[in-house]
Structure formats: structure tokens, C-alpha cells
């Protein structure tokens, strides 16, 4: 027996209201993904061994506070420096479309924690390789591309800085401000 048009149309608001409360959710959580949290007041590493490092893996991490508390826990063994992986292919899916978002929340926490930064560039993106290799394969012919992608990484121009403990633009005005901070992007400070 064939449904009726009624229960089609109901059937298809059903279905058009779980799709946007679905939407809704996917974007409410993308927009939670992408708010800064608090980076708190800058910090110091006392090391006992200033040899001793960490390699952190915190590349598909997406919850902002547990990249803050990774990286606090770092601090707090007395660790001076982490070793993180920015894979390529994450911060430059398309050819010269930049997105480091990520790359800056573990940068921005890993020097307000006061550690130095080690980067560790890699895994290249699908459009840098031929098809059907993997992802550790680099053709010289992009060897290009990986500088202009390392060089980017490690642009100057990337420098912050937080007046009294918040991000802050470089033109906001200083009147009141009881504290200045520059953070370089991979010195850890």
C-alpha cells in the first residue's frame, strides 16, 4: 500500500527537522571547537633536567582546555620543551588555503605555559603527492610547496601579544595596561 501524500509531506518535515537540528548541532559544536580559552597568567618551567622534553601527539586534539591542561602537566613535571607534531596536510588542505587555527591554540598555550616549542612538519596532503602514496611521500617536485608551507609556519609576522594576560591586537592602546607579553610564535617565549 502506498502512502498517502499527507504522510509523505509529514514525513518529509520529520525528516527536514532532524537534518537542521542535526546542522545545528554539528555547527553548534564546531563554533565550541573554535572559541579560545583563557590562555591564564604566563608561567615559568623549573627543570631539574633541562634535557628532558616531552613529545606531545596533540595534533587531533579538539577540546581547547585539554591542550591547555596537556601542556600545564608538561610545565608542572618540569619539562622546558615539547616536541609537536603540525601536520601538513591539517593546516594547508588546498594549496596555499592556510588554516592554523589549531597550529595557534598549541602554540598560544605551549608559550604562556613557558615552553619551548619544537615543531615537527609532515604527513602531506593529498594534493602534494601522487595519487595512491602515502602520506610521508614528498616528490621533489613540491619540495617547493613544503618550504612555502614551513616558511609560513614559521612567519615573524605571526607574533602576539597580550596586554594584561588577553590576546590582544598590536595597535590596541597601552593606557592602563599593567603587563605586556610578546609571544614568538615556536621560541616558547
Not at 601542556?71 to 620543551?81: F, I, N
Not at 613557558?114 to 595512491?132: M, Y
Not at 602576539?160 to 605586556?180: M, T, Y
Request: charged share 20%; aromatic share 12%; proline share 7%.
Amino acid at each position: 500500500m502506498k502512502p498517502s501524500p499527507r504522510a509523505r509531506r509529514v514525513a518529509a518535515i520529520v525528516a527536514l527537522a532532524v537534518l537542521i537540528t542535526a546542522a545545528g548541532l554539528v555547527f553548534w559544536q564546531w563554533q565550541q571547537s573554535r572559541q579560545r580559552l583563557a590562555l591564564g597568567p604566563q608561567q615559568t618551567v623549573v627543570a631539574a633536567n633541562p634535557k628532558a622534553g616531552v613529545h606531545t601527539r596533540l595534533e587531533n586534539e579538539v577540546e581547547p582546555w585539554k591542550i591547555k591542561r596537556t601542556l600545564q602537566m608538561v610545565r608542572e613535571m618540569g619539562a622546558p620543551w615539547v616536541v609537536e607534531y603540525f601536520p601538513w596536510a591539517f593546516s594547508e588542505p588546498r594549496r596555499a588555503n592556510f588554516d592554523w587555527i589549531h597550529a595557534d591554540l598549541v602554540v598560544d598555550h605551549a608559550n604562556r605555559q613557558g615552553l619551548t616549542l619544537i615543531a615537527r612538519l609532515g604527513f602531506v596532503p593529498e594534493w602534494a603527492r601522487p595519487k595512491d602514496s602515502v602520506n610521508s611521500y614528498l616528490d621533489e617536485a613540491q619540495f617547493a610547496d613544503f618550504a612555502r608551507y614551513a616558511a609560513a609556519f614559521a612567519d615573524t609576522r605571526s607574533l602576539r601579544v597580550a596586554l594584561d594576560q588577553e590576546l590582544s591586537d598590536f595597535s590596541a592602546p597601552l593606557a592602563g595596561v599593567r603587563e605586556v607579553a610578546f609571544f614568538p610564535p615556536m621560541t616558547g617565549g
